[in-house]
């Protein structure tokens, strides 16, 4: 079946250092991917999506390109802030799995001043 | 409404009592999903809704686990004879189909 598999955290950073959390699927058909995030004490939401091959997806400073020769999404900033800490949480949603929205275990960032 | 709704907030119940959570989703809102979210720990898929019925009902932990959804809206997940392990936040999720999902806020279910 379809699933999701992000690195494991919790990752610690610098501020102003450059942030990579890898995302990997496995799905049947040609999904979307989405990144969430989740800040403490708070709910989660969308940070961003891509729908199709070789899409960018970006927001607040955070891209993550879907890669289908690597079934890939993974989610880059070039320069984290304090705020940035969060859990990171990486899905896919695929029609030939129902659409049902599947999401990987979540990283952890921390960042430091 | 204008988000995901989730009713109630927090909840405390003592072990082997019943408890119901509430769901709204957001109007015209095809999919609906419950998710479990333990301290410090990732999402655990429990159920999914396309309109009123479940196509995927595998992530439920148990036959005390049940859900039900009706008018292709509201969404309620039944736990009973609570034991201190079903202690976490509930998260109700809904979408257009094969689009983003919006979450509510969650339930905090404590078992004591």
């Known amino acids: 079946g379809d699933s999701v598999t992000q690195m494991e955290g919790p990752v610690t950073l610098s501020e102003e250092a450059f942030l990579t959390i890898n995302c990997t699927y496995t799905?049947?058909?040609?999904?979307?991917l989405f990144w969430y995030v989740q800040y403490p004490g708070e709910g989660l939401q969308l940070l961003l999506k891509?729908?199709?091959?070789?899409d960018k997806g970006s927001n607040k400073g955070f891209e993550a390109t879907y890669r289908k020769e690597t079934t890939s999404f993974h989610l880059e900033k070039g320069s984290v802030q304090v705020s940035d800490s969060a859990v990171y949480f990486c899905?896919?949603?695929?029609?030939?799995?129902?659409?049902?929205?599947?999401f990987g275990a979540g990283t952890r960032l921390f960042v430091k001043a | 409404g204008a988000g995901v709704s989730q009713s109630p907030s927090n909840k405390v119940t003592e072990k082997g009592k019943d408890v119901e959570l509430r769901c709204d989703p957001i109007?015209?809102?095809?999919?609906l999903y419950w998710y479990r979210q333990s301290l410090g720990q990732g999402l655990e898929f429990l159920i999914y809704?396309?309109?009123?019925?479940?196509?995927?009902k595998s992530g439920l932990p148990s036959d005390r686990f049940s859900a039900e959804r009706t008018g292709g809206s509201v969404s309620t997940l039944t736990i009973q004879r609570t034991q201190q392990e079903d202690s976490a936040v509930y998260l109700c999720?809904?979408?257009?189909?094969?689009?983003?999902?919006?979450f509510g806020q969650g339930t905090r279910l404590t078992v004591v």
């Open positions: 999720a809904s979408s257009f189909t094969g689009a983003e999902a919006f």
């Open positions: 799905a049947t058909g040609y999904p979307s």
């Open positions: 891509a729908t199709k091959a070789d």
């Open positions: 899905a896919l949603s695929d029609g030939a799995g129902g659409f049902k929205t599947i």
């Open positions: 109007s015209g809102h095809t999919a």
């Open positions: 809704f396309q309109g009123n019925s479940a196509p995927d």
